[in-house]
């Protein structure tokens, strides 16, 4: 069975704020939930699934559906780290084809600004099975995306002037965010004299650390038909596990080169159909290797094919990350997946500024990858349409 | 390496469980055993009591010769914890010549001039009682060096 046209976004929220230090986490769940529920013309009375991941304080749903007041036939905490939103709508669409949801709810918040990481994530890093095998060597999260670079460098002549491009595109899409972290348009040149962190990634490889969230509401055809608001099409969905595979860690992909055909093949249209892309940045080699492995260019070509503006909106071959991303506006809670997702649909409904609007937009594709790229994640790949498509 | 010269980057003492006593009871006596499958005969990373290529439980820990090369690596300019002062270091995924690709540091070696390709070594590192440093190392672990 495809999920395609079996579900709609109706409502999508992202906190305004990227610095919190006067809300608790359940707070700022709550806040995106209320944003969501009221761009959707929805209220919380009529949420039937509720969807959060590894942000969610406490026992996740348990605690929130209490917290929120919720009475739902269907909860999933499914936990795929950054790209857990993306899953969520896959598995909200699911839901909803199998008569067990009608309006699913799906949030995202954090603040580690101003609070210490979760003591859930502590015990994650030191109970994982692999943990003593990694942690000894005075490891960090740049470090296992550097890994995956100079690999990367080495095997297709990548250079870093090639990655600060990403960097360059966020920054001229992030001018025209208010909301944004970074605002400042920033070159090549200041990308590559910031400093180095891990070989060869430099700070301005690295994506912003900020607080706030993001909600989305998924509903049913029957649902999105009563609503005012412009719904966007779930065209398909596709996830997959990367990982060392035994000891034979191929540091080249990503998990997108399973997650993407699966993705593709539901909605039925190629990366020719792509109008827009949100591709995870949580480091601009994030983005290059993604890029090759859902077909946008060949295996080693991403270098290349990111040169000459070709990810700059609105004109740009392949406009990419129009609200900054990752890199320059928000990478709440450390997840990147909720706000890929928002800024696909604001794209899709023509709502993304003027400035950054692709003219047109019919179809987006909206990635995540969560965990590493150096050892073990899970990506997954989301195709939007218009209501129509 | 005289098992009670001090490294140079931090150590501790891994946390062993069941399933990888084994392979640290194995550095303390400078050996690198890694589990082979029974049924298939894959070389098993990270060590663990099951074959992730075909689903047996059944493996035998068997001594690698420590030799390999550098697959990737990266130089650490900020570390954390107790890694705080010790940068630059090298993160490294070594390439055993058996097959298995595993992270662990590069050693003995500067920094700017380690290299992908380039031939490495194990080297069993002590982990000392901090209250009793003169008594036989309560661990080891493996690091990598050039060759």
Redesign the interface.
């Known amino acids: 069975m495809s999920l395609r046209g079996a579900a709609f976004i109706a409502g999508a929220y992202e906190h305004p704020r990227r610095n919190i230090p006067d809300r608790t986490e359940a707070q700022i769940h709550a806040e995106v939930a209320v944003g969501a529920l009221a761009d959707a013309g929805l209220s919380f009375a009529d949420v039937d699934a509720y969807y959060c991941a590894g942000d969610a304080p406490g026992f996740g749903p348990i605690s929130m559906a209490e917290y929120l007041g919720l009475k739902c036939r269907t909860y999933d905490s499914t936990e795929t780290g950054g790209s857990s939103y993306l899953v969520h709508v896959g598995h909200a669409a699911a839901a909803i084809a199998a008569g067990h949801a009608s309006i699913a709810l799906i949030t995202l918040a954090g603040a580690p600004r101003n609070t210490m990481p979760s003591p859930g994530a502590a015990a994650a890093f ?1 109970s994982a ?2 943990s ?3 942690n ?5 999260i740049v ?1 296992q995306y ?3 670079a ?2 990367h460098m ?1 095997e297709f002549g990548t250079t870093s002037a090639q990655l600060a491009e990403i960097k360059v595109a966020a920054s001229i899409h992030a001018q025209h965010n208010p909301n944004a972290m970074l605002r400042d348009v920033v070159t090549v040149d200041d990308v590559l004299s910031s ?7 430099r700070r301005l490889d690295c994506c912003v650390v900020t607080d706030g969230g993001g909600a989305l509401v998924v509903v049913s055809p029957e649902v999105a038909a009563t609503l005012p608001r412009q719904c966007v099409k779930v065209l398909g969905q596709g996830e997959a596990a990367k990982n ?6 191929d ?1 080249t992909h990503t998990g997108a080169v399973w997650s993407g055909p699966r993705a593709f093949e539901e909605a039925g249209v190629t990366v020719a159909d792509i109008d827009y892309v949100s591709i995870y940045d949580s480091f601009t080699i994030t983005v290059l290797i993604t890029l090759e492995d859902l077909g946008f260019c060949a295996k080693g070509e991403g270098g290349r094919f990111v040169l000459d503006g070709r990810l700059v909106a609105p004109h740009g071959g392949l406009p990419f990350n129009t609200d900054g991303g990752g890199l320059c506006n928000n990478h709440p809670a450390n997840r990147g997946g909720m706000t890929k997702v928002i800024e696909a649909v604001r794209q899709l409904r023509g709502e993304a500024h003027p400035a950054v609007q692709v003219p047109d937009c019919q179809i987006a594709l909206a990635h995540g990858t969560g965990g590493s790229l ?2 073990r994640m899970m990506s997954s790949t989301l195709i939007l349409g218009v209501a129509d498509a | 390496m005289n098992m009670n010269e001090q490294p140079v ?4 003492a ?2 062993k469980n069941h ?2 006593a084994a392979f640290w009871d194995g550095c303390l006596s400078s050996q690198l055993l890694v589990p082979r499958c029974d049924a298939c005969g ?7 009591r099951f ?3 075909c689903g047996s439980t059944d493996v035998t820990d068997v001594a690698l010769s420590g030799r390999g090369t550098v ?13 705080r002062d ?1 940068a630059p ?1 090298v ?3 070594i390439e055993l010549e058996e ?7 590069i050693v003995g070696v500067d920094p700017e001039t380690v290299h ?1 390709g380039q031939a490495v070594n194990v080297v069993f590192e002590p982990v000392l009682d901090p209250t009793n440093p003169g008594d036989p190392p309560v661990a080891a ?1 493996y690091r990598f060096t050039p060759s």
């Open positions: 030191n099975p692999e003593e095998f990694e000894l060597w005075g490891s960090s470090a550097a890994l995956a100079q690999r080495y400093p180095m962190v891990a070989d060869p990634l060392g595979n035994g000891g034979r860690v540091l150096a050892t | 980057l931090p150590t501790r891994p946390q399933e990888t894959e070389l098993i990373w990270y060590p663990r074959c992730p290529f697959y990737s690596f990266t130089v650490i300019r900020k570390g954390f914890g107790p890694f010790a270091y993160l490294a995924y097959g298995p690709r595993i992270q662990s540091n992908i672990i």
